[in-house]
Structures are given as C-alpha cells and as structure tokens.
C-alpha cells in the first residue's frame, strides 16, 4: 500500500516541476496551469510544423488506403487491351462544345496504330467530353469483407461508353496506375506497420534483457547486433527472401517478408532500449521502487518502460522508413512480393527497363508515393523526437 | 596501437568466420541438393552427366555426409579460391566473379570517396551557417536523397539522359570497350561512366553522413575552446578547420563503419538498374534461378569486403584519435 501511495506522488509530481510558460502567460496570474506530459508533448510536436503536415498526409494515405476499394475506380488487376500504356488523362472543364462548365470531365481517346512500329498511341478527341461522376455505383465488393456495396469515389457514368478514365495513366495490360497505386498504398504502408510492430518486439525483449540485467547475456546481444550492423545485409535478406518456397500463397509470402524486413529493424530499437534501461536504472525513482519492494517485472513495466515509450514511439516510426524502402527494393528486383500481390515495389518493377520508361514515364509515379510517405514519416519521426522529451530546453 | 589492431583484428576475424557459416547456410536454403537440382538442369537441356561425374561432385562436396563435414569441404575449397559451380551457367564461380568484382570494389570505393569528399565540407557548411538558405537547401536535398530509393534516382535519371539527351546512360564501358581488353582509351571511358552510379548511391549515402556531421559540428562549435581560439585572434577559416572539425570528424570515421554495408547494398540494387557489370545482377540472377554456389559466393566475398573495410576505418579513426585506443 505504502508503495502505491509513494509512486503517485512521485508521478504527479513530475508535471509540476515544468510548468508550461506559454499556457500561464495568457490565464490569470493566481491560476496555476497543470498540463500533463500528454499536453506538453503536443504542444511541443505542434511547433514542428513539417511534422505536423507531413502527418497529416499520413493521416489521408492511411485512410485512402483502408478505403481502396472506395478510392480505387477499378480493379488493381483488371486489364483491357484496348487501353495499354494510356498517358495520364488530362481533366479539363471545359466540355466538348468548348463551354465552360463546373463539372470536371475528360476527353475521349481516339487511337492510332503506328504502321511501323505497330505501337498504339492516343490522341485526345477534344469534341468527346464526359463528366467525372463522383460516388458511383458500379462493380459492387465487399467493404473489409462485410458490408456489401458498390460505391467508388469517382468514375465515369454509362454515356462514356467502354471509355475508362486513368487519372495516372495505364501499364502495359491497360490496368488503371490509380487503382494500383491506392491498392499499393495498402500493401506498402502496411507492411512497414507491421514489420515495425515485430521488430518493436524483438527490440524491447532483447533490448530490455540486454540494459536491464547487463553482464554476459547483455554481452551476447550487442555481439550479435554488431555482426548484423557489420555485414551489409541486403544481399542476406535477398538471399533469405529468394528462399521463401514459391509455392507459398499470397498471403503467407507477405508475412515471411515481413518477418524478413523485421529482422532488420530490431537491432536499432534493441540498441535504443537498451540505452534507455542502463540511463534509467541508476535513477532515483527506480531505487525507490527497488526498495519498496517491487518485483522486477514491476519495475520494469510500471515505472521504466512508461519513462521512455515516447523515445520508443519516436524511434519507431522513425524506423518505418527503411522498411518501406527495403521492401519497395526487394520487390523492385522480384526478390519480395510478387504480383499480382500489388505493392509499391511489384508496381516499379514493371518499369524496370528504360525503353518503358521512356515510353511510359508515368509508370514512376508508385516511386513519387514511395518518396512522399517516406519522407513523411522521417518529418514525423523527427517531430515526436523532439516532442517525446517535453520537459527538455 | 597494437594491441588495438590486434583486437580489432580477432573481433573481424570471428565476424568473418560467422559470415562464412551464413554464407554456408545460404548455399543449404533451397530444398533439395543442389547436385540433383544440377543433373535435372542440364537434362533439361538435353545432355547428360556421366554417373562418374556426379559421383565425384558427389565425393568433392561432401553431399550425404553430415553438415559441419560438407562445410568444412567447401570451406577448405573457398580458401583455395575454388567456390563450387555455377549451377546456371556451369563453369566455376571463381572465373566469372573475379573481373566483376575488381568493378564492384571500384564502384564502391568511388561511391565512399565521393560521399566523404561531399558529406564533410557540407557538414560543416550547414552547421557553421546553422537555418541559412543553404543549410536548408542540403537539408532538403539531404533529406530527399535518403527518401529516394537508389534504384529509382538510377531510373529517373536514367529516364532523363534518354527522353532529353538521347543517351543511353547505363553500363560502365561503351559498346566498343565492353569486351576489349584494358587499354587507356578503355580506362577513360569507364571513368565517363562511373560518376552515374557514384552520383546514385553517394547523394543517399551522403544524406546520413551531412546530418551526422551537422550535428556533431553543432555540438562542438559552441565549446569554450573555440571561443578561445577565436579570442586569440585565429582567423575564422583556420580556426573552424583546425579545432572543431577535427573533432567533430571522430564520431563521423566510426559512422563510417556502418554506413559502409549500407553503401554496399546502394551498389548492389543499383547496379541492377544501370546494368553494370559488377556483381549485383550478378546476384540478383542467381538467387532468381536458384543458382546457390555464385549466391553464397557472392554473398561471402562482399560481406568479407566490407568487414575488412570496416576494420581499416577502424584503425584509421584510432590513429587519428588516441582515446580510441584505450576504449
């Protein structure tokens, strides 16, 4: 009992020796301002203000993402060989009378067959125009596998004929690059969460064993981290990813590479854990619990790991990126996933000769995606960075 | 010193020894041995190994014997240069690897030069003009060098020197020199082609190494001892690069370290792209095909490389700093 009591003082301690100064500047002198570390952290992100937008464009890819189904106008694989390698369509408000009108649309395509080459090219008929209509039913599907309904956020309606529209363009089987990447988007991102959430594990054990009780085992661990940090370790995980069994499914394929890319991940968060647990075992508040009695699994969970999930947190999604980008290079070299699982990596394969490239720049286009949440998250990373120690400068 | 170099010494040496048994282990993935996998390709193919042949492939790796024996043969092979057949393209490894990988360690080497001879003046540029333009400016480049992957700067600029230079900018050599024999005309003309790739894989490498020496700089530049130098009345420049930098190299030599298994991997994808002749197609081909004996070869010699790269960097950082040494 006494030892419950005596933490509480001591955490609700903690806030009050910081006090805000922004927040007391503006409330009446004589009320004093009690912000948890909670609010001090979000205060402290909201400054970063890169990591603020770039974490709202995270917000919107997740979400898009979750929702592909809606986002997407067609299937990621379903090809027409009417339409391959259509450019980027342009959407244009002023319709095929040379009018101005509110509605976005797009032009017709009229085709051409080079009696030569034998290549298809596309020309736009500017007397053809047909509106963009939002929220259409067509293609009914299964919304997370339960709710049946066939709304998709935008596609062209019945007087458009067999006309498609490929906002970014069509790949050599004339699938929609739009649909792909919103589909892509799925993939990618998740597998980053996901390989981030293995390897958070892995860390935190191993990192955890390692700072908290030291000595040999603590020995053994950063051995075995250093060998992985020394070796270059993409040719391993290319040789570990070769080895998964082709007969394996999908589904079974994307968690061994997940396994794979987490693997990689978990040596720099071991290395942070381990810090913080060699920095915090000396504190006060650890002794104090320490002789109050508490178990070491007490210790560890209630007045250790909660000092530093911040850091943790920070790290993570700090970590998020290099897998992202292992698994779109993986992919890239056919070596990840495989269509017609479709990620970001499987999608840049099929530019991966530069006489496509030339003739359909806009296959790229998965790469600007991969750049951007990249990016994204390293703004974000840095942001709860900065933020997760509030009570710093 | 020594004994530092020694110690430093042993600690690659078990990590080359653990590479080895990795490498092994690469070799063992696929199911089935690879002896089988070998008569049912070449069957395939319409010829036919005499039984004797088999039997003493069978003998020379150890097949069906326990594992730690069918390691040590093949390790015992590895150390005389013999790293077993390629199973696609059945000559020994050793004789396809061997040009390929004098190019592998010359794209490499060029790729750390560059990123040093750019990551360092840049550093210390950003710090000593901490949120000036052009401290953002290399931020932002830095930042989105390190978002990029190396394969798709190679692609884009790739797709660039085509669609407005009419270049084909892959490869090392032209057409011409490709298959010629080392002359100079041949040197010069890998020289044009090199700063491509070196460009690729140094702009993400460089990216870690600016905000590392930034930061390290920044630590250092605020010290008493700086003040000092400049109280004494040392001009700016000399004073910059004979105190703080100096210092604020250290942490950067041992990052170094690290980020050179990194910098391989850049070269390995790379190379993929660009189509040079170095080992990264290489192996990406024979993991496809399942070709084990060039994987794990391939695995094994650049792994080791970059051990032995790592320890060099080593050393080098406790000869320029003494407190390294006693550690």
């Known amino acids: 009992m006494g030892a419950s009591e005596k933490q509480g003082s001591l955490t609700s301690a903690s806030p009050g020796v910081a006090e805000p100064e922004p927040m007391v500047a503006d409330a009446a002198e004589e009320w004093i301002a009690v912000a948890s570390p909670g609010q001090l952290m979000w205060w402290k992100f909201r400054r970063h203000r890169m990591a603020v937008v770039s974490a709202a464009v995270l917000a919107v890819f997740y979400f898009v993402a979750l929702f592909a189904e809606f986002f997407s106008p067609y299937d990621p694989n379903a090809f027409d060989a009417k339409y391959k390698f259509v450019p980027p369509m342009q959407i244009s408000f002023i319709n095929g009378e040379g009018n101005f009108t509110f509605r976005p649309g797009v032009y017709g395509l009229i085709s051409h067959r080079d009696p030569e080459t034998l290549r298809i090219t596309y020309e736009t008929d500017k007397t053809a125009w047909y509106p963009i209509h939002f929220f259409v039913r067509e293609r009914p599907y299964k919304l997370f596998g339960l709710f049946e309904t066939d709304i998709h956020l935008y596609g062209l309606g019945e007087e458009a004929g067999d006309l498609k529209i490929f906002v970014l363009g069509s790949d050599r089987l004339g699938r929609d690059m739009a649909s792909r990447v919103i589909y892509g988007a799925r993939i990618s991102l998740s597998i980053g969460m996901v390989s981030v959430f293995l390897s958070l594990t892995l860390g935190v054990v191993l990192g955890g064993i390692s700072g908290y009780y030291g000595g040999w085992i603590d020995n053994l661990i950063q051995r075995v981290i250093e060998f992985i940090r020394s070796v270059p370790t993409l040719p391993l995980w290319m040789a570990l990813s070769a080895a998964l069994p082709n007969t394996w499914s999908q589904t079974q394929r994307y968690f061994g590479i997940t396994v794979i890319l987490s693997v990689i991940g978990w040596t720099v968060l071991a290395r942070q854990v381990r810090g913080r647990f060699l920095a915090l075992r000396t504190e006060d508040f650890v002794l104090a619990a320490r002789l109050n009695g508490a178990s070491d699994l007490r210790i560890i969970l209630r007045h250790m790991v909660p000092s530093f999930t911040s850091h943790i947190i920070a790290s993570l999604t700090l970590s998020i990126p290099g897998i992202i980008l292992t698994e779109t290079g993986l992919s890239f070299l056919g070596l990840g996933l495989r269509p017609p699982t479709v990620s970001w990596g499987v999608l840049l394969q099929e530019a991966q000769n530069i006489r496509t490239v030339a003739l359909a720049p806009w296959l790229l286009l998965p790469g600007l995606a991969v750049v951007i949440s990249v990016l994204a998250f390293n703004f974000v990373g840095d942001g709860l960075r900065d933020a997760a120690d509030p009570f710093n400068r | ?327």
């Open chain 2, 1 to 327: 010193m020594l004994q530092f170099i020694i110690r430093r010494s042993l600690v690659a040496l078990v990590t080359i020894w653990i590479i080895s048994i990795v490498s092994f282990a690469i070799i063992q993935l696929p199911p089935g041995d690879f002896l089988t996998t070998y008569a049912a390709n070449l069957a395939a193919m319409g010829e036919r190994v005499p039984e004797q042949q088999l039997a003493a492939m069978r003998e020379r790796y150890g097949l069906g014997q326990p594992i730690v024996v069918q390691y040590l043969k093949w390790m015992r092979g590895v150390l005389q240069g013999d790293f077993g057949r390629s199973l696609e393209w059945g000559v020994p490894v050793s004789t396809m690897l061997w040009d390929r990988m004098g190019l592998t360690v010359l794209v490499g080497l060029s790729s750390v030069l560059f990123v040093w001879s750019f990551a360092i003046p840049i550093g210390v540029y950003s710090a000593i003009r901490q949120y000036s333009l052009g401290d953002y400016f290399f931020t932002f480049i830095g930042l989105l060098g390190l978002a990029t992957p190396n394969f798709l700067l190679a692609l884009v600029l790739m797709w660039i020197g085509f669609a407005w230079f009419g270049q084909n900018v892959g490869g090392l050599f032209s057409p011409e020199y490709s298959n010629a024999p080392w002359s100079v005309g041949k040197v010069i003309d890998l020289l044009k082609h090199l700063w491509i790739p070196m460009l690729i894989v140094g702009t993400s490498g460089a990216a870690g190494l600016i905000r590392t020496m930034r930061a390290n700089m920044l630590d250092e530049i605020n010290q008493p001892y700086v003040e000092t130098a400049r109280a004494k009345g040392l001009s700016e420049r000399r004073l910059i690069w004979k105190y703080p930098v100096r210092v604020a190299l250290n942490p950067f030599i041992s990052t170094v370290g690290y980020a050179l298994p990194d910098l391989v991997g850049g070269v390995l994808i790379t190379a993929v792209v660009l189509n040079l002749p170095t080992v990264g197609p290489l192996l990406v081909r024979s993991l496809l095909s399942q070709d084990m004996f060039m994987a794990g070869a391939i695995v094994l010699i650049i792994s080791v490389l970059t051990v032995i790269g790592t320890l060099l960097s080593d050393i080098l950082l406790a000869v320029f700093d003494p407190r390294i040494r006693l550690e």
